[in-house]
């Protein structure tokens, strides 16, 4: 028999490993997955509501058995775990890999990742509830309050969250990963058993048996545990959607949210929480109006905050933002524990509140919203529950606050709100001194500061959250055409004479509407620039050539079109081709006379069925808003490029970015396929006539040195890899260290290196 004084570290032993199972399982099969359907951001929060699901299922199975003795629960529960490690090791089978082309790819993600690992994580789901609730059985004096062994679950959530990108990714191969979560689910099948052994022997304590009368739930703290699970988890998927959107939808940047949601479960849940809610709750209101502050920087293009890049200080306070308001919510969420009987209910609205979260995310925001404004209305709701202790949001609360107030006090309340409303709603574009955007933001967070009234404080911040920034509602009367799906949002606009394709942050293409230039590429593909470089040259080879564009966007390569080239296309999001196929909206396709097949689907996946040795030049141009997707940066996608090129060939990478230098993570592919490789930067060029070119950056790769001489005699560096950079492959990627703030971009090149190849 297990001694006393051992009950208490084997149910934290276990409930560390069943909740690192969880967070390190979902970064794995998200990875796993992410291929599949193009890189595209909405994979995570889609893999999110699964888990999310899952988990609500698992809560709800430890709810329904709560009324069986500890006996029979535990034997329910092993067939349970038996029955489900028989999915195991996690592998998505080769039915299931071919996703569809068309339509909405959402529920056969979730319908893919229920077979593969619906059956295993529902299993371990259920065992944080189920052992708090087994040790309220064991007669150890802690019996009565056994939500202390919730810090033990978010220590082996943040132990996984920690441990995957550092530790787990860069040294363990996918089919690696898979193999010991395998070896550790059967040993959390033994800790388990181990555990209701001990709660089956024991006595539950008085105060805490079944037969305890006890109040009931009502459905007002009900309600309260719902919203505040379902708040933060909006909130952790919007956030995590606006930075995977313009830098990588990668496990490193789906886990820091991920982190500081779990890191505010265990602050808020710790036995002496470092913080009181006071504080953090005004904290958050200040962050809100930073953020906001933030927003107008970037709609005005000031220099706000000089002293730091502007991508890194957005991130940064988005970030803290979301946290803050988690720790908001966790901490009322930890006041408004019942007593030991209600424990499973309790984690059971938690759960359901999270899933709605997802599902209003991932599922409906995209389907009722034209513009992402999700995020915005999730800050807005939070802000009704801060002082959640205080005067209610009603008539009757104003009424009395207002006969309440002396009239110093309420002039300058009112003069405040005034101001704020009177700035939010301004045409500033008229208006000489733009700066004045400022003030509401820094007259929220003066609300936050001196207001404890949450009715206030709610009215102006809803008001910036929904109007700023301005551009996306202007942008969205003013489209011709708009579009929001399961890839981002899309939206064509005209500037003059110039149309342009946007899709969430990023043009992805542009078209002068003049007749006399309808038909010349603009924007990245100038013929001044990289991509005219490579087609001029392209023009001097004979013979029929044959081309592989990956990426559509709005298809301005075709009008680098001869009678003797043609163009496989290959595009994931059938709206994208819609709108470059539209001659009302985009002329290149049909007017620049083309031989063009349009493939749909993942452009890896649907490249390998082409034959091998069968194109000229590949022209890698796969973006998602500024994200280029990883697993078209790797080693084995290269390889996949290279089998298909003719001899001779070229491929050719689009590495114009905001966020990430690329430059070592493809020379470090060409050294390690020893082949040769160059780099064509241009500059922002204003063509006259509304055409333009736009900067641009391009890396060239060929077999045979002698490829590469046209390209130099262009000026393009040859720039070897430096010998401590590792290639990525589909099982390893370094974001850190690719994003650009923290590199010197490289401008003069080892002159050394003239000639030399990329080896």
Not at 646 to 661: E, F, I, T
């Amino acid at each position: 028999m297990i001694p006393p004084r051992l009950c208490v570290p084997l149910y934290s032993l276990t409930l560390l490993l069943s909740a690192f199972l969880l967070f390190s399982v979902q970064p794995l099969l998200g990875k796993m997955i992410l291929p599949l359907l193009g890189g595209a951001p909405a994979v995570w929060n889609t893999a999110m509501v699964f888990f999310q699901a899952a988990l609500l299922a698992g809560y709800a199975y430890a709810h329904l058995t709560s009324r069986l003795t500890v006996g029979r629960q535990a034997l329910v529960h092993f067939l349970v775990l038996a029955a489900c490690a028989a999915a195991l090791p996690i592998a998505i089978p080769a039915v299931w890999k071919t996703p569809p082309v068309t339509g909405y790819p959402v529920f056969w993600q979730l319908a893919m990742m229920a077979v593969v690992a619906g059956g295993p994580f529902f299993a371990i789901s259920a065992t944080a509830p189920l052992l708090q609730r087994w040790f309220t059985f064991t007669g150890h004096r802690d019996a009565a309050n056994p939500y202390f062994l919730y810090a033990a679950s978010n220590l082996g959530s943040m132990a996984a969250l920690l441990l995957y990108p550092f530790a787990i990714e860069p040294h363990l191969a996918v089919h690696e990963q898979t193999r010991d979560w395998a070896g550790l689910y059967g040993l959390l099948i033994i800790c388990i058993i181990a555990c209701a052994f001990i709660a089956a022997k024991g006595r539950a304590l008085p105060e805490v048996a079944e037969t305890t009368p006890d109040a009931k739930v009502s459905r007002k703290q009900l309600g309260l545990w719902l919203l505040l699970g379902f708040l933060p988890s909006s909130l952790m998927l919007g956030v995590t959607t606006y930075i995977t959107t313009d830098i990588a939808s990668v496990p490193l940047l789906w886990i820091v949210p991920l982190a500081l949601y779990t890191g505010s479960f265990i602050i808020a849940f710790a036995r002496r929480p470092p913080v009181k809610l006071e504080a953090v709750t005004l904290l958050q209101g200040i962050v809100l109006a930073a953020a906001i502050a933030l927003a107008v920087n970037a709609y005005t293009g000031d220099a706000l905050i000089s002293f730091v890049p502007a991508k890194i200080s957005s991130f940064s306070i988005h970030l803290l933002l979301f946290f803050l308001s988690s720790l908001m919510c966790n901490m009322q969420l930890a006041q408004a524990q019942p007593a030991a009987r209600h424990l499973t209910m309790y984690y059971l609205a938690i759960a359901a509140g999270g899933v709605a979260g997802g599902v209003f995310n991932a599922l409906l925001a995209p389907v009722l919203f034209p513009l992402p404004i999700e995020y915005a209305l999730a800050l807005g709701a939070l802000v009704l529950l801060r002082y959640r202790g205080g005067e209610s949001l009603s008539l009757g609360a104003l009424r009395r606050w207002l006969m309440a107030e002396k009239f110093g006090a309420l002039a300058w309340k009112a003069s405040l709100v005034t101001v704020v409303a009177w700035l939010c709603f301004i045409n500033y574009d008229q208006f000489p001194a733009k700066n004045l955007m400022y003030l509401p933001p820094f007259a929220l967070a003066a609300l936050a500061l001196l207001s404890r009234q949450r009715w206030l404080f709610a009215l102006c911040a809803i008001a910036m959250l929904v109007v700023y920034p301005d551009y996306m509602w202007q942008n969205y009367r003013s489209a011709l055409a708009w579009q929001r799906n399961f890839f981002g949002t899309l939206w064509v606009m005209q500037i003059e004479d110039v149309r342009f394709l946007m899709f969430n942050t990023t043009m992805h293409g542009a078209e002068s509407v003049k007749a006399d230039y309808i038909r010349i590429p603009l924007s990245y593909y100038a013929p001044n620039g990289p991509a005219g470089d490579v087609f001029e040259i392209l023009n001097k080879r004979p013979g029929e050539q044959k081309i592989a564009q990956l990426g559509l966007g709005v298809g301005t390569i075709t009008c680098y079109a001869l009678p003797r080239r043609s163009f496989d296309i290959y595009e994931i999001d059938p709206d994208v081709v819609k709108i470059a196929q539209d001659p009302r909206l985009f002329a290149y396709l049909k007017g620049c006379g083309a031989s063009y097949k349009i493939i749909m689907g993942d452009a890896r996946l649907k490249l390998a069925a082409a034959p091998d040795h069968s194109y000229d030049l590949i022209f890698v141009d796969t973006f998602s808003s500024d994200n280029i997707p990883v697993h078209m940066m790797t080693k084995e996608a290269f390889s996949l490029y290279f089998s298909k090129l003719k001899p001779g060939g070229l491929v050719v990478v689009h590495l114009s970015n905001r966020y990430l230098n690329l430059t070592h993570v493809v020379s470090a592919i060409a050294r390690d396929f020893h082949v040769y490789i160059a780099f064509g930067e241009s500059k922002s060029v204003d063509l006259g006539d509304g055409l333009f070119a736009s900067p641009s950056l391009y890396a060239v790769m060929t077999a045979r040195a002698p490829d590469l001489q046209p390209f130099i005699a262009r000026h393009w560096i040859l720039f070897p890899s430096l010998p401590s950079w590792k290639s990525w492959s589909d099982d390893y990627s370094d974001i850190v260290s690719a994003i650009s703030v923290w590199q010197k971009f490289w401008k003069e090149p080892d002159k050394s290196a003239a000639g030399s190849s990329g080896k």
